[in-house]
């Protein structure tokens, strides 16, 4: 099956710091990927739409600036946390579609210190 | 917009009984139905899906999932938990007349004890 991964795996990082996450599809082209956040317990929460060749569209209550997606080819997509916060600290899930089945990353764990 | 419901946080069973994981669903159009499974700091595993066809589905590892229409339902079951099988698992939808998205119920945690 198509296979999406998804780099670093965890990430500590001082308070006030910029962390990049990548996302690529590895035997598939994604126009579109989709970035999630999961807190402890809980559920996949969509935080934005990432389109190859534009902008992202951000679900309601994300912070566009703080939280940049570029989707530069349609293998790419990385999600940029810029100023971290520990409130940023977060499992970080990226999927991208080969239809109509979605494929994920193995997640990045972000600890913001 | 399409939803989903897992009404339980938590499902425990006794290795070898069957085990039923619930979930119920909402969309406009046709569902795409589908069940991840999450072990502790990994991403997903998907264990099958509903497209269109037989309403029972069978997946991964020995499960299977059947897909009801008129309940709006498309419960995960297996007929032999095991140990391994603890995990946390996630019930998904996708409306491919809607946003194209995916979204997921709150997830399940299956524990199996020995």
């Known amino acids: 099956g198509a296979v999406v991964s998804q780099h670093p795996s965890r990430v500590i990082c001082k308070s006030g710091t910029s962390v990049k996450i990548e996302c690529r599809s590895l035997?598939?082209?994604?126009?579109?990927m989709f970035w999630y956040r999961q807190f402890p317990k809980q559920s996949l929460m969509l935080m934005a739409t990432?389109?190859?060749?534009?902008?992202?569209?951000?679900e309601q209550g994300v912070e566009k600036d703080k939280f940049l997606i570029n989707h530069a080819s349609l293998t790419l997509s990385t999600l940029t946390v810029t100023s971290a916060h520990p409130e940023d600290s977060s499992f970080y899930i990226c999927?991208?579609?080969?239809?109509?089945?979605?494929?994920f990353g193995q997640g990045t764990r972000l600890t913001v210190v | 917009a399409q939803s989903v419901a897992q009404p339980e946080d938590q499902v425990n069973v006794a290795e070898g009984n069957p085990l039923t994981v619930k979930c119920t669903y909402s969309v406009s159009g046709n569902p795409y139905l589908f069940w991840y499974v999450q072990y502790p700091n990994r991403g997903l595993q998907f264990l099958l899906k509903?497209?269109?066809?037989?309403?029972l589905v069978k997946g991964s590892y020995g499960f299977e999932a059947e897909f009801n229409k008129s309940q709006t339902s498309f419960h995960l079951k297996k007929p032999s938990a095991l140990v391994s099988d603890s995990a946390l698992y996630f019930c998904?939808?996708?409306?491919?007349?809607?946003?194209?998205?995916?979204?997921f119920g709150a997830g399940t945690r299956l524990t199996v004890k020995p």
């Open positions: 990432s389109n190859e060749g534009s902008k992202a569209t951000y």
């Open positions: 509903y497209i269109t066809g037989d309403n």
């Open positions: 999927s991208a579609f080969s239809t109509p089945e979605a494929f």
């Open positions: 035997d598939f082209q994604a126009t579109t």
């Open positions: 998904a939808v996708r409306d491919l007349r809607d946003n194209n998205d995916m979204r």
